[in-house]
């Protein structure tokens, strides 16, 4: 990150690639191998195609900024010898290559978790995920009104 800000990166840049990077890095240990190194150009794609728009609850900035921001990592891992030049090469192809489809994929809400569907469904409400009441009120409401096109069917 200290590469970033010295290059001029400002700080909602800088929270963005925290945030995405964290994200990578969870997809890579807890649902792709559990090894934090090892990447390939067919991981990324994984995470930009699958785990991103099924898990990651992100607002239209975050997703245009995304594969930037894997760009630039993979820039920092090439740097820094955590990946070959061949493999980070790879892997900045397969991002450019895939941009458009992952635009789509990060926005259709069929492609949506459990998860990701509520936390999206109460930031479309408006509601403030720190407040428990808006929270308890915002899943009631919804429960009901599963349970009553549930009863109706």
Partial sequence: MLA??????????????????????????????????GWSAALVEEYLLDYFPRKVSADEDLIAKTPELLTAFFDWAERSQLVGKRTADEIRKRIKSIRKRFDAAARDPGNFGMAKSLVMGMRDAGIDITKQKDVDSYLKTRNTGIAARERDW
């Avoid at 990166?9 to 994200?23: I, T, V």
């Fill in 4 to 37: 970033q800000k010295s290059a001029g990166r400002d700080d909602d840049w800088l929270a963005a690639a925290e945030f995405c990077c964290d994200n990578l890095s969870e997809f890579k240990i807890n649902y792709a191998d559990g090894r934090a190194g």
